[in-house]
């Protein structure tokens, strides 16, 4: 039953499903435009919602291809990793990061395919993650308190969370993602709208 | 530069995609994407190669690599390794490989590399105090419907939309 | 706009579709035992802290059983008195249901992950070291953050903090975890009162 443990798979077999995993990653990313900053930023001035798009169909994807297979028995829910719960430093991070996505331009993933392709920016903003990640070893003790307890749920699914079973959570997870899709792309129409009425002599 | 923006495919299409190969992430490993978790292996590696010492005296250092830890053989590594081959395969086939900034009209080269660092320095440290970034929060967590996640991932455009207009001139 | 509508269709009845065909037969138990689990563990009522399960190695009512999860090095470093390393979780299930059996990593996810696996399977009586070994060193050796890179050397079980004395020393409050029913995971009597 799925999930396996690559690690079982001789020396190279572990390595090589990453590197192709990546490798499709990396490539689905640069077929977006991901790989460029200007394509990311746009989301931010609403006049592009791509990163909105991309992301929350790649999640319902993979969640409803998930939990389908779940159902069915074929993939083993338990053995699947689930990202720990901790509200303080998630949210706390996630504005942060936030912040830095908008002034670098970029996140560590989509820097690394436009690192690959060359683009200077990308280069440097891979140079500062290095650097912020060096830096947090080292001023991280002070908030190792707030770091690992606030808000720290352990392992808490949405359907947990809810008290539901999970395909609820899903059905409402995907009505969620069709809305935003929907929003987004009137935003966009607004947008482009106005654009038009402003070049108008 | 060369950019072939027309040629980008549909985001939808490429979120389908996405998902897909997060779920054969899954199926096949049971875990899902990431990328800052390569790069925090990178620096932990390239520190204990110059000061060994510091990495076991430093908690977080130590617990990615003290003692007799191996640090680079990791799947989170290998991963990232292939994130860079398929990105620069994909620029190539597509017309958007070489040397090039992307900026927005406004910016210099030099000032848009100089926002790109301090961007970078700042969702470097995010990351870890999130434990994870866009791939591994965002999308994986929310994939598999992690609560933390999904909290992560909404405060990530908060913070974006809540900085875009002070920072407009980076980009329009 | 028409294929659009179509895919977002698509998406809904898949979604849809999961919830009326959700709870198969075969996974129903699983789920509820699953659900059971992680409700316990969002509740934190199977996360034992070190204090506890330091109080629990001195009562010599109680059939404890320790499993280590970290790698070899690590585990010679430093682990709990008589606590086992192990890779498979075969031999933890192979214990009687009354049997304490307490699991530890390097953190509490690492553990958590083999706790789901154990309840999954229906091992009864299992729990996780709060905070991992690095909380229990934090306590019990004053190592601040807990690293085990701060022990110099390899003290295996023979450190002091493998076996604290808790009688002489001032233990945090702690809630407690461990349900000892009325028969209690109490130890086969022995002979030399063991």
């Known amino acids: 039953m799925a999930p396996f443990d690559v690690t079982t798979w001789g020396r190279w077999g572990e390595p090589a499903v990453h590197i192709v995993i990546g490798f499709l990653f990396g490539f689905v990313l640069e077929r977006a435009g991901f790989g460029s900053a200007k394509k990311l930023s746009a989301q931010f001035y609403l006049g592009d919602m791509s990163v909105l798009k ?26 699947l990793w689930v990202n720990p719960t901790y509200l303080g430093s998630g949210i706390l991070g996630g504005l942060l990061f936030g912040v830095g996505f908008l ?31 060096t830096i947090f070893g080292f001023t991280i003790a002070p908030l190792d308190h707030f770091w690992n307890h606030s808000g720290a749920y352990g392992t808490l699914t949405i359907f947990n969370w809810l008290g539901v079973s999970p395909p609820v959570a899903i059905v409402l997870a995907v009505l969620m993602a069709l809305a935003m899709f929907a929003a987004g792309e009137a935003v966009e129409r607004w947008m482009k709208r106005r654009a038009a009425v402003e070049v108008k002599p | 530069m060369k950019q072939n923006e027309e040629r980008y495919w549909n985001p ?21 994407l990431g990328a800052s978790g390569g790069l925090a292996r990178g620096v932990t590696a390239a520190m204990k190669v110059v000061a060994p ?120 | 706009m028409k294929p659009k509508l179509i895919a977002a269709a698509a998406a809904a009845a898949l979604a849809f579709g999961l919830a009326l ?93 083999a706790f789901r696996q154990l309840v999954r399977a229906g091992t009864k009586q299992v729990y996780v070291l709060a905070g991992g070994i690095p909380a229990w060193l934090e306590l019990f050796a004053n190592a601040s953050s807990g690293t085990p890179a701060l022990l110099a050397g390899a003290f295996g079980g023979r450190h002091p903090a493998s076996y604290p004395d808790v009688e002489h020393m001032a233990l945090p409050k702690f809630e407690t975890k461990v349900k000892l029913g009325a028969s209690g995971a109490k130890k086969a009597s022995g002979g030399c009162g063991g």
């Open chain 1, 54 to 79: 991309v992301m929350f169909t790649g999640i319902i994807t993979a969640m409803l291809l998930i939990y389908w297979t779940v159902g069915f028995g074929w993939l083993d829910f338990g053995q």
């Open chain 1, 103 to 133: 002034v670098g331009g970029y996140c560590p993933g989509t820097a690394l395919v436009a690192m690959a392709t060359l683009k200077l920016d990308g280069l440097f903003f891979v140079l500062g993650v290095l650097g912020g990640i």
């Open chain 2, 12 to 32: 939808y299409l490429c979120g389908v995609l996405l998902g897909i190969v997060l779920y054969i992430s899954f199926l096949v490993t049971g875990h899902g």
């Open chain 2, 53 to 172: 010492g510091t990495v076991n005296s430093t908690a977080y250092f130590a617990g990615l690599g003290g003692g007799e830890k191996t640090i680079l053989s990791h799947w989170l590594v290998w991963e990232i390794l292939g994130v860079m081959i398929g990105g620069a395969v994909s620029g190539l086939l597509a017309g958007r490989f070489g040397l090039g900034t992307h900026r927005g009209p406004q910016m210099s080269v030099r000032f848009r590399l100089v926002f790109a660092l301090l961007g970078g320095l700042l969702v470097g440290w995010a990351t870890q105090l999130s434990r994870g970034c866009t791939s591994g929060q965002a999308l994986s967590g929310g994939a598999i419907l992690s609560a933390g996640s999904w909290a992560f991932m909404f405060a990530v455009f908060g913070g974006g939309y809540l900085v875009a207009y002070p920072f407009r001139k980076l980009w329009r």
């Open chain 3, 21 to 113: 065909t959700w709870a198969p037969t075969a996974g129903r138990r699983a789920q509820a035992l699953e659900n059971q689990a992680e409700r316990a563990i969002a509740r934190r009522d199977v996360q034992v802290s070190p204090a506890e399960l330091a109080t629990l190695m001195h009562n010599r009512q109680v059939a404890l059983a320790l499993f280590d999860l970290r790698e070899e090095s690590a585990f010679n470093q430093f682990h709990l008195a008589d606590a086992k390393r192990v890779d498979s979780l075969a031999s933890v299930r192979a214990l009687p249901d009354k049997t304490v059996k307490v699991l530890m990593a390097a953190d509490e996810e690492s553990a958590l992950r």
